[in-house]
């Protein structure tokens, strides 16, 4: 299929970027395209004018700082999965891009641009939700900073207001004596995932558990917090018991949704939850063997 | 076998450098000056009256050269009912786009010529289209209730055929029996999703009147006498040409309307006019296939023999039966082949094939062998719990043996040769049986539970008329191809039947080179051109290495005897004497007398004054192909799977396959085929399913939701030969191109349902195997875990 007739700009700066945005009733930033040019080519979108930022250098940029990953939206998951640097200071999001798709996919894919999607069953927006990361907004109105728990509002909807646009986001480091893990269920390798889970665990020196982390994805209509899982672990021993019922009470609260196609409800939910647990006593020997 | 003997070698494919290197030419690669593009309409409900169409806008629209609704095609294409004489078969007349009524979701309703693709697609997004929807028939059980809808209003009825298949007194088998098992199995309706889409150029000349398709098809020479017939010219203006064709699996060997429809268009509008088929357009009218509920029992003695089989097929057919092939194919081969390999005295299986508003089903690779084979293996594996024997015992105690052969099945099928219990015995063998504890305690250790499947079969490959031509279509078994020897001593060889990445073209020249007796590189092998090749009935069901390399072989011999006569002469030597190979011809025991071939050919085109009057000077020949009515290969699949208890996941782990195809022609082909035939038989058992919502919505029009196999999920797969050469068939081969889609599907499975019931669950009878059936029967085991 072509998609529907559309003007193409390219933004070399954000402020080229957002008159362009500015400019038209329906325009839509494109990133690596590996979302929107499928839809588009299916006609479900059919924006007027796009906007190209993926090749803006101030938007090309990553850096850590203070703890903190920040990465502008036109860098690709290829390249912070390769970069010396991140696999360094952040193995947590390197293993997380590795479950996205594939490498062809991931070398025009951007990490924004995920964000942006806000696809429930993505990996990016879960991590971004378990670390507390941030997403930074560009608009007429000069720049803001949307914590990651505000920033995806729905399915594919976000908090960005017409005329925004992504600029960064910033993923704070995960700190000595934590210990982190990632894990999915696809039917494929690089599928979008049946269920994910993005956890952390920090321990105190008694080795009980100083804080805990846990976020699904596949699972809901947005990526959500395990909210259950976390305060069983709060303040506990994590030891086998306390991680089963972390992981029974994973679900908690949480709207699952289901489809005939992929999975039911049912099944996210039980497999979810044996996922969880793996994914925890990951986390946990991890945090052990860090501090 | 004459000459130097590149039959069983595994020589290098020619196909590939050019495929790999991208150079291939598939339809879409093709313009033709003054070519427009063509885009559809098609229908976005199950089932609905058109109560209007308007193209107005549509055709107002920039670019835009023409809209065609079926008034349009009316006069120009005929319509057609896809029947064949099954007795009391019924179908609806079918045209090119849709007349009044739609039938499913993606039926073509409306075309729009435009002078882009673009434009066509912005111009059919015009075309406004009232549907008065009616209810959807979906479920073909459902749907031959009293008071259902009817897909065809005209037929009165929604059941296309109904037939008893099967012979012997099945009741005094049941009667007589110790033990008693059934199934109730249900297999995932699958589409092809072939690499190239479908696609066609089509160009009319008005000065010649000819019409000439390219077209991604199976059955160049089986739709050039249905184009021509359809559209009302002779046969020899039409001239349909495939060059490279990107996958079809039986999916591309029909008459499509969308196709025809361009076609009838380009004559009507004067214009070449292109359509190249989008994946979501796949997804929705592509045949579909494998969609078949079957209940079944078994009959056996106490020490597990065999006494009876008895079967209840259902057939879902979707709205159409596909033209000329029809839809009963798959379910009667469900229904006939079931048996297998196995001593079966007394079968009765009745089968029904039902109308639903789905896309058409048909034949797609391995027709109907997964589910036959799929159920037959899962009640072996039913008897052996209930009779407490090794899955390879009960086997064992039933294949035909080779003192039984040939065998004639309850079902009408004759086994003229085969392996059938030497092929399990190997298979068990390469499988390494001692070592599988050690692997089900590794997989445990890591929470995976290891199950073993075994699934013993027969295809029954390169079938004669009797299956279609018999039956009314054009589809025969005598095929054609016409071998040359040029004046400089290379060959020319015409197949009537296209390569289409099969490695035809490879193994065609081994057989003409060993039959004529020149070295493989003088050959070289030219098809997909009915303007210029003889006559074939196209590539489907395993049948070029027996139909297309007979032909081969005769007109290669028939060649080879030309060119010894004539060397005869030049040599003053009796041709019984003489000796043709590797291009050099010589008197047999004489060494010194060698001539090139090529010698002896430039007097036949160039020096004919050297010759007698009386002489047959040609040097080509078209040799046809006249054998058995079909042949059946046979083998053994082992599929070793773990299903992880946490999620349900499925990976086979590791994958052993027998094959007995007869004579190999190249080794490295067949294991390639057989490769390939795994991987979606894989696809079949784990992974691929349409799914329609409740009002017949297709839910998985693309590859996001309708999954494939991937490098990533297919094992590596260890293949073993045993050759029994064909008794019948010129070289002694047999079909093999859809072997490895027959058997892995039930290898798979058994794979899972052993590895759930050594943990005390019961199996999963769906296809294909989700993780959350896993996760069900799993959580229904009396068992702790
Ligand atoms: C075969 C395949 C498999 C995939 N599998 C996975 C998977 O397993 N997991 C997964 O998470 N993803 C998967 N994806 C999606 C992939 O990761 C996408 O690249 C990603 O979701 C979107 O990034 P992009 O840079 O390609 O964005 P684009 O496609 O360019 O844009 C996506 C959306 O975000 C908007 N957008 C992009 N950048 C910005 C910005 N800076 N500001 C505002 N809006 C913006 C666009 O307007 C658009 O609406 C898959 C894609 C394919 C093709």
């Not at chain 1, 803006?56 to 970069?83: I, K, N, Q």
């Not at chain 2, 081969?333 to 089903?361: E, F, S, W």
């Amino acid at each position: 299929m072509k998609p529907a007739p559309f003007e193409y700009v390219r933004a070399d700066t954000v402020p080229e970027a957002l008159a362009a945005l500015g400019g038209a009733d329906d325009a839509r930033v494109l990133a690596g395209g590996q979302s929107l040019v499928p839809i588009m080519a299916l006609r479900l979108a059919t924006p007027e004018v796009l906007v190209d930022v993926s090749r803006a250098p101030e938007l090309r940029e990553h850096r850590s700082d203070g703890g903190v990953l920040t990465v502008g939206a036109g860098v690709t998951d290829r390249e912070l999965e390769l970069d010396a640097g991140v696999r360094a200071a952040h193995p947590l999001l390197v293993r997380t891009l590795s479950l996205i798709a594939h490498p062809e996919i991931r070398a025009r894919g951007t990490l924004c641009g995920s964000l942006a999607h806000a696809d429930p069953a993505a990996e990016l927006p879960a991590l971004l939700l378990a670390t507390d990361g941030e997403v930074e907004v560009a608009g007429d109105a000069g720049r803001r900073r949307v914590p990651a728990a505000e920033f995806v509002t729905g399915p594919f909807t976000t908090a960005l207001a017409d005329g925004e646009m992504v600029v960064a986001a910033h993923l704070p480091l995960p700190g000595p004596g934590s210990g982190w893990a990632v894990d999915e269920i696809a039917r494929r390798p690089g599928d979008y995932a049946l269920a994910g889970v993005v956890c952390g665990v920090e321990l105190d020196g008694a080795g009980r558990c100083a804080g805990a982390r846990v976020a699904l994805f596949g699972v809901a209509a947005t990526p959500v917090r395990a909210h259950g899982a976390e305060r069983v672990l709060d303040g506990a021993v994590p030891d086998d018991a306390a991680l089963d019922a972390a992981a029974a009470a994973a679900f908690d609260g949480v709207d699952v949704i289901g489809d005939e196609v992929h999975a039911s409800a049912g099944y996210r939910r039980r497999a979810g939850a044996a996922l969880v647990r793996r994914a925890l006593t990951a986390a946990v020997r991890a945090a052990g063997e860090g501090a | 076998m004459t000459g130097t003997g590149y039959v069983g070698r595994a020589v290098r494919r020619r196909e590939d450098p050019r495929l790999l290197a991208g150079r291939g030419r598939y339809v879409d690669d093709v313009t033709e000056p003054r070519q427009a593009y063509v885009a559809f309409v098609r229908s976005p409900v199950a089932s609905a009256r058109i109560a209007r169409i308007d193209t107005s806008a549509a055709r107002s629209a920039p670019d835009v050269l023409a809209v065609l609704t079926a008034d349009d095609l009316a006069g120009h294409c005929s319509g057609w009912r896809g029947l064949l004489s099954w007795p009391g078969m019924v179908a609806g007349e079918q045209t090119a786009l849709a007349t009044g009524v739609v039938r499913h979701v993606g039926e073509p309703v409306a075309l729009v010529v435009a002078t882009g693709r673009g434009p066509a697609e912005d111009a059919a997004e015009l075309v406004e289209v009232d549907y008065e929807e009616r209810p959807a028939v979906l479920d073909p059980v459902a749907a031959l209730e009293p008071g259902s809808p009817l897909v065809h209003e005209e037929l009165g009825t929604n059941l296309c055929f109904a037939s008893p298949f099967g012979s012997g007194d099945v009741d005094a088998a049941f009667a007589g029996a110790d033990t008693v098992v059934d199934v109730t199995v249900r297999t995932g309706r699958h589409t092809a999703v072939a690499l190239e889409t479908r696609g066609i150029l089509a160009a009319f000349d008005r000065d010649e009147r000819t019409l000439t398709v390219r077209i991604s098809t199976q059955a160049p020479q089986m739709l050039q006498t249905l184009y021509a017939r359809l559209l009302g010219l002779p046969e020899n203006s039409v001239r349909v040409i495939t060059e490279h064709v990107g996958g079809a699996f039986g999916m591309k060997a029909f008459v499509y309307p969308d196709e025809i429809a361009v076609a009838a268009a380009a004559m009507l509008l004067d214009r070449p006019l292109k359509w190249t088929q989008d994946r979501y357009e796949a997804m929705q009218s592509d045949t579909q296939a494998r969609d078949e509920r079957v209940t079944a029992s078994l009959a056996l003695t106490a020490d597990g023999r065999i006494l009876g089989l008895r079967s209840q097929v259902v057939s879902d057919a979707g709205a159409w039966s596909m033209y000329p092939r029809g839809c009963v194919t798959e379910g009667v081969q469900v229904a006939t082949i079931m048996p297998g390999p196995y001593r079966v005295p007394a079968v009765a299986a009745d089968l029904r094939v039902v109308y639903t508003n789905k896309a058409p089903l048909a034949v797609y690779r391995a027709v109907g062998h997964p589910p036959a084979i799929l159920v037959m293996e899962l009640l072996m594996d039913e008897a052996a719990r209930a009779l407490g024997l090794a899955p390879d015992e009960v086997r064992r105690r039933n294949l035909v043996r080779p003192e039984d052969l040939p065998y004639t099945s309850a079902t009408g099928n004759v086994y003229d040769s085969g392996s059938h219990l030497e092929s399990l015995e190997r298979a068990v063998a390469l499988l390494g049986p001692d070592g599988l504890e050690e692997r089900r305690r590794d997989a445990a250790a890591r929470g995976r539970l290891l199950g073993v499947g075994l699934a013993a079969f027969v295809e029954l490959s390169a079938p004669g008329a009797m299956f279609y031509g018999a039956k009314g279509a054009p589809i025969t078994a005598h095929d054609q191809v016409e071998v040359t020897l040029q004046p400089d001593g290379s060959v020319t060889v015409l197949l009537g039947t296209p390569g289409q990445g099969q490695g035809l073209h490879t193994t065609a020249a081994q057989v003409v080179a060993d039959g004529l007796g020149v070295p493989l590189e003088a050959v070289r092998v030219v098809s997909g051109d009915t303007g210029v090749v003889p006559h074939g009935s196209g590539v489907w069901a395993s049948r070029s290495a027996v139909v297309s390399a007979g032909a081969a072989h005769a007109a290669a011999v028939e060649v080879r005897g030309r060119v010894l006569a004539l060397a005869g002469h030049l040599l003053e030597a009796d041709p019984a004497d003489l000796e043709l190979s590797e291009g050099v011809v010589g008197v047999r025991g004489v060494p010194g007398t060698r001539v090139p071939v090529h010698e002896i050919a430039a007097v036949a085109y160039w020096g004919t004054h050297r010759l007698p009057p009386d002489l047959e000077v040609g040097l080509g020949a078209v040799g046809s192909y006249a054998g058995p009515p079909y042949t059946f290969n046979n083998g053994t699949h082992v599929a070793v799977v773990e299903v992880e208890r946490a999620t349900g996941l499925v990976r086979v782990v590791d994958y052993v396959v027998v094959e007995d195809c007869g004579v190999l022609i190249n080794p490295d082909i067949v294991d390639g085929q057989i490769r390939g035939g795994v991987a979606q038989g894989l696809g079949g058992a784990l992974l691929e399913q349409v799914v329609h919502d409740p009002n017949g919505q297709p839910q998985t029009s693309t590859m996001l939701d309708y999954l494939v196999p991937t490098a990533y999920d297919v094992p590596d797969i260890r293949i073993e030969h045993i050759q029994t050469p064909a008794p019948t068939t010129t070289l002694g081969t047999k079909g093999v191109g859809e072997a490895g889609t027959a058997g892995a599907p039930a290898a798979v499975h058994c794979a899972v349902n052993d590895a759930l019931a050594r943990a005390g669950a019961g199996g999963v009878f769906r296809q294909p195997i989700r993780p959350e059936d896993v996760l069900d029967a799993l959580d229904r085991a009396p068992a702790s875990r």
